[in-house]
Structures are given as structure tokens and as C-alpha cells.
T-cell receptor
Framework: KAGVTQTPRYLIKTRGQQVTLSCSPI?????VSWYQQTPGQGLQFLFE???????NKGNFPGRFSGRQFSNSRSEMNVSTLELGDSALYLC????????????FGPGTRLTVT | ELKVEQNPLFLSMQEGKNYTIYCNYS?????LYWYRQDPGKSLESLFV?????AVKQEGRLMASLDTKARLSTLHITAAVHDLSATYFC?????????????FGDGTTLTVKP
């Protein structure tokens, strides 16, 4: 069974730009969660989508948004990038209905200059 | 607000020694996870603990959960160099859907020969 895939793996953007990251969950999984990992703040929950609906949301500004498609693939978008948005963005997939284990993708390393 | 505290944050061990990492959390929960992260890599799921008194073991690692004390432990037996990594515990709030975990700050373990 293929694991969670994230694209791109590395990204360099300039302050003020916007960026879109993509996550494809494990086949059959309907829940996709996004996390931000930085040295200063650690791992922080951004949002979770289940069957195309945002089910949970963390404490991030509205510049961070996401969506999920009918095939469970998810995208997150960050608008008006700030230097502090430089981070490893991880997505995790789970069945969303039974069992609770989350499987993490390799992450997208975003650098904002 | 759910808070998760791990200690110690840094741990340097000799090969062959035993040690325990502690994870305390602030509100009632019945789902606790342990993950491993190698430098520059994503998170690997180690254990999912779902009930009071749960104990799981894999190789030299054993995790336990005491929901009344709001405490989980990750015990390392006869450490080897390959166990060097950062270990995170994560907790889901009671009666929430999976996919929204609060993480501890991580324990960076270095095993020296």
C-alpha cells in the first residue's frame, strides 16, 4: 500500500507571495490533517479535513487555508507569506472513522526569504 | 486548552543503559501516541495507546498509559545507537475525532557507545 505523498518536497518563496502544498493520503483514508513544524514552536496542528469538509481547525491566521477533494487529496494554501512561515509542513492521513493511527507524509520544507 | 509536556527534552545515554521518557498532559484524554523522528525526516508512528493501563512493546521500547495520572511513559531498555532520534508524544482531547493531535516538544535522545 503506498504511503502518504507530499509535493513539492522543497520550496523557496519570497515574502508576500503565496504557496500551495499538496498531500495525497493513503488509499482508502478519508481524513487528512496538516501540521506545521518549526524549531521554535514545535509541531502545531493547522487543520483537518474529512470527506471534503474541514472538521477541525487550529489557531492559525486566516492566511492559512486548505481544502480536500473528492479523491481525498488535500491542498493547503498560505497567502502573503511571512518569514515566520518557514517550516516543515507535514500532512497525516487516517481512516477518520475507525482506529486512530495517523500516518505522516515526508513533509514539504518551505523557506521564505 | 490541552497542554502536553515531555521530559527530559534532551537525553544522552550510554549504550546498554535503561531510561524513561515522561509525557504529562493537562486534560482528560483516552488517546495517546508516540512518534519517532530522525533528523530531516518525517514522523514514524511507534505506539497508539487507547485505554488506561495500556502497555505496548516493540523491541527495546515499551510505552504505557495511565489516564488517571494523565501520564505516559516510554521506556528504553538496553539502548543502542540506532535508537538515537527525537521522540514525540501526542494527545487527542477526549471525545474528539482523530486527526487533531497536540504534541509535546519532543525528547532528543542520543545514544553513545
Amino acid at each position: 500500500k503506498a504511503g502518504v505523498t507530499q509535493t513539492p518536497r522543497y520550496l523557496i518563496k519570497t515574502r508576500g507571495q503565496q504557496v500551495t502544498l499538496s498531500c495525497s493520503p493513503i488509499s482508502g483514508h478519508r481524513s487528512v490533517s496538516w501540521y506545521q513544524q518549526t524549531p521554535g514552536q514545535g509541531l502545531q496542528f493547522l487543520f483537518e479535513y474529512f470527506s471534503e469538509t474541514q472538521r477541525n481547525k487550529g489557531n492559525f491566521p486566516g492566511r492559512f487555508s486548505g481544502r480536500q477533494f473528492s479523491n481525498s487529496r488535500s491542498e493547503m494554501n498560505v497567502s502573503t507569506l511571512e518569514l515566520g512561515d518557514s517550516a516543515l509542513y507535514l500532512c497525516a492521513s487516517s481512516s477518520g472513522t475507525s482506529g486512530y493511527e495517523q500516518y505522516f507524509g515526508p513533509g514539504t520544507r518551505l523557506t521564505v526569504t | 486548552e490541552l497542554k502536553v509536556e515531555q521530559n527530559p527534552l534532551f537525553l544522552s545515554m550510554q549504550e546498554g543503559k535503561n531510561y524513561t521518557i515522561y509525557c504529562n498532559y493537562s486534560t482528560t484524554s483516552d488517546r495517546l501516541y508516540w512518534y519517532r523522528q530522525d533528523p530531516g525526516k518525517s514522523l514514524e508512528s511507534l505506539f497508539v495507546l487507547l485505554s488506561n493501563g495500556a502497555v505496548k512493546q516493540e523491541g527495546r521500547l515499551m510505552a504505557s498509559l495511565d489516564t488517571k495520572a494523565r501520564l505516559s511513559t516510554l521506556h528504553i531498555t538496553a539502548a543502542v545507537h540506532d535508537l538515537s532520534a527525537t521522540y514525540f508524544c501526542a494527545v487527542d482531547m477526549l471525545n474528539t475525532n482523530a486527526g487533531k493531535s497536540t504534541f509535546g516538544d519532543g525528547t532528543t535522545l542520543t545514544v553513545k557507545p
